[in-house]
């Protein structure tokens, strides 16, 4: 898999990648990230990739032709599954998403910044739109880095246990169950005991237990929607 992420501020994107499972997701062949940086692309000598709103109002708006050099080019190179614009007001992220985008080939992540991106790229330009959540961010880094983690952990290989993102919370439409390691015990705080026994059916069968309860308590609206 291939994930292109274009923003005018590609330093945000350097060590969401640099560390742990994404690093190594990196290293063993499993994706490739490539961050581009949409100054390269502006067509004045200041690299210019913003501009005032017509009609006045706060904040500067991303210029749109930056933005279609950089997406034109990605695409002489390579064809795109989907280009995806980072917006408070896109289709919320949930781990359905995750799963979908986790089994295409190459994505192209648009990060805006300031007020956003000029209307037309949306209107244009793009095929999808992402949020992470009904919350306004500065820029669409973190949020761009946040799909991409939640997508390339799912990749097989990636997670060095091939199960464990099948046992994360809501693979399944339940959160997952409470976890511990040792000491079994600690300031007299035990871990429950059926998880010392060895007994992997009751193991299993608690686990599941647990992991309806958390999400009657915590997510109720999972129960029910698959
Ligand atoms: N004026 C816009 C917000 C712009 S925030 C509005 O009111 O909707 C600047 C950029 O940050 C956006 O272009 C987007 O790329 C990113 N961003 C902010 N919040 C986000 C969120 N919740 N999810 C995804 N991207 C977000």
Same mark, same amino acid.
């Given at each position: 898999?291939?994930?292109?992420?274009?923003?005018?501020?590609?330093?945000?994107?350097?060590?969401?990648?640099? @560390?742990?499972?994404?690093?190594?997701?990196?290293?063993?062949?499993?994706?490739?990230?490539?961050?581009?940086?949409?100054?390269?692309?502006?067509?004045?000598?200041?690299?210019?990739?913003?501009?005032?709103?017509?009609?006045?109002?706060?904040?500067?708006?991303?210029?749109?032709?930056?933005?279609?050099?950089?997406?034109?080019?990605?695409?002489?190179?390579?064809?795109?599954?989907?280009?995806?614009?980072?917006?408070?007001?896109?289709?919320?992220?949930?781990?359905?998403?995750?799963?979908?985008?986790?089994? *295409? *080939?190459?994505?192209?992540?648009?990060?805006?910044?300031?007020?956003?991106?000029?209307?037309?790229?949306?209107?244009?330009?793009?095929?999808?739109?992402?949020?992470?959540?009904?919350?306004?961010?500065?820029?669409?880094?973190?949020?761009?880095?946040?799909?991409?983690?939640?997508?390339?952990?799912?990749?097989?290989?990636?997670?060095?246990?091939?199960?464990? %993102?099948?046992?994360?919370?809501?693979? @399944?439409?339940?959160?997952?169950?409470?976890?511990?390691?040792?000491? %079994?015990?600690?300031?007299?705080?035990?871990?429950?005991?059926?998880?010392?026994?060895?007994?992997?059916?009751?193991?299993?069968?608690?686990?599941?237990? *647990?992991?309806?309860?958390?999400?009657?308590?915590?997510?109720?609206?999972?129960?029910?929607?698959?």
């Amino acid at each position: 898999m291939r994930i292109d992420i274009i923003t005018c501020l590609p330093r945000l994107l350097e060590s969401p990648f640099s @560390d742990s499972i994404l690093k190594r997701a990196q290293q063993k062949g499993l994706v490739t990230v490539a961050i581009h940086d949409l100054r390269d692309y502006a067509t004045n000598k200041h690299r210019t990739t913003d501009d005032y709103a017509f009609g006045g109002g706060a904040g500067m708006v991303m210029m749109i032709e930056p933005i279609d050099n950089c997406i034109t080019k990605l695409k002489s190179e390579r064809g795109y599954d989907e280009i995806i614009y980072m917006s408070p007001d896109g289709e919320m992220l949930t781990q359905s998403i995750a799963n979908q985008l986790s089994l *295409k *080939k190459n994505l192209i992540l648009l990060c805006g910044h300031y007020k956003g991106v000029d209307e037309r790229v949306r209107e244009h330009l793009i095929t999808r739109e992402i949020s992470i959540g009904n919350y306004v961010l500065s820029g669409g880094e973190l949020a761009a880095a946040v799909v991409a983690d939640s997508v390339i952990r799912l990749l097989p290989g990636v997670l060095n246990d091939e199960t464990s %993102a099948l046992s994360d919370s809501f693979q @399944d439409g339940l959160v997952a169950p409470p976890v511990y390691t040792r000491p %079994a015990e600690y300031k007299g705080w035990k871990v429950p005991e059926v998880l010392l026994s060895g007994h992997e059916a009751k193991i299993n069968q608690w686990k599941y237990e *647990k992991s309806l309860e958390r999400t009657k308590n915590r997510r109720p609206g999972l129960l029910g929607s698959n």
